[in-house]
């Protein structure tokens, strides 16, 4: 260890490859635990382990030798790191705050805690496949109309959610055989929110404002502020961010999901205990970024403030077409997007692989949000869609 605090993270995918670029101006070592697969971080810091963080050995081994171990994924051995954390190496956020990336775990927990989230039931269709389809009947008869089935471990990007018309339940139940299941109705939502929040281990914690997520085939691809909702319900769903914050004890950032009904109402979708997709503007776009704010709390340093920099700031992802590479085509998109912040993970490009990001900060919404998907379109090589010109090639 160094004079500089060393912050150790497990996995190395872009949030850690960002963690890293935020970690250089605040004098802060990060060193990498990353595996073979994991792509990113390594081409921004010579500072990579090779392991694998599901590893028990390479866990321990590469956690004892820093100062703080955080995450860059979930896919961790819980065990061991409980463990470590048992043995006082500063876990953060610690493994009580990580069993929240289980799905059934957090709907049950929340619920049982007063936070607002969707009706719900969970079951085991491996365990107690008669007891599965019971439930869910029961629940489908309370509820009439769409249900939505998600695995309670392993999905991201919309990848283990599923879209059930009452009469596709039989046969789905059927044929899973994943984790538990969280089984909710299908809402009519107003829109989709993200709540960043960050919390230090001595209890300040702080809300970025308000962002409207929008999704395509349930996965995140752009991200707006301001998003469209009144002060009254803005306020409410930073509240209740702060109130998750607190209640699963977490330390560094959070990110919270939130479905609006079209009557105002807020609930909790789910949260990831880490910075995450939806907070990438804050890199540009306000006061200060995820990443930094992140590296701050868990070092229990002073956290910054969150105001946003701009009347109107768009992130739009860029997703892999085919194996058309991104980084070939910076050029382009700068040429027609000169403001442009562009972000490449340097992962392979696969089709629907979220391999970049583009955040633009402008004067007022509109402009941010054309000019962010403009340019994320040129970097993919997908159709254009603010003139409707197909740019691959
Ligand atoms: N009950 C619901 N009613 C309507 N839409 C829903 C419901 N649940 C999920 N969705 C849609 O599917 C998207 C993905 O769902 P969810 O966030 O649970 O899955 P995920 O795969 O974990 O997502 P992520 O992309 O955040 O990793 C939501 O953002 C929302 O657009
Ligand atoms: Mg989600």
Known sequence: ???????????????????????????????VLAAESDEGAAEVTPRVV????????ALRTFATGVDVVTIDHENVHHPTLAALEAEGVAVRPGVGTLAFSDKAHQRSDFAAAGIPVPDFVVVDPGASPAGAHHAVEAFSAAHPGELVAKA???GYDGRAVWMLGADDVTAFLDGYDGAPLVVEPRLELGCELAVLVARRPSGEVRTWPVLETVQVDG????????????????????EVAAEVARHTGAVGVLAVELFVLPDGEVLVNEIAPRVHNSGHLTIEGAAT???????????????????????????????GVGDTDPRQRQALALS????AHLHLYGKAPRDRRKIGHVTVVAGEPGAARHDALRAASLLAGQPDPTDGTDRVG
């Open 1 to 31: 260890m160094g004079a500089a605090p060393t912050v150790g993270v497990l996995g190395g995918g872009q949030l850690a490859r960002m963690l890293c670029e935020a970690a250089s101006p605040l004098g802060v070592d990060v060193v």
């Open 50 to 57: 090779r392991g694998d963080a599901s590893d028990p050995v």
């Open 152 to 154: 309670s471990r392993g």
């Open 219 to 238: 996965m995140c691809d752009e991200v707006l502020y301001p998003a469209p909702v009144g002060e009254q319900v803005a306020l409410r769903a930073r």
């Open 289 to 319: 970024s995820q990443f930094e704010q992140h590296l701050r709390a868990v070092l229990d340093w002073p956290l910054g403030p969150t105001e946003m920099l701009g009347g109107g700031v768009a992130m739009a992802n860029v997703v």
């Open 336 to 339: 027609e997007v000169p403001g």
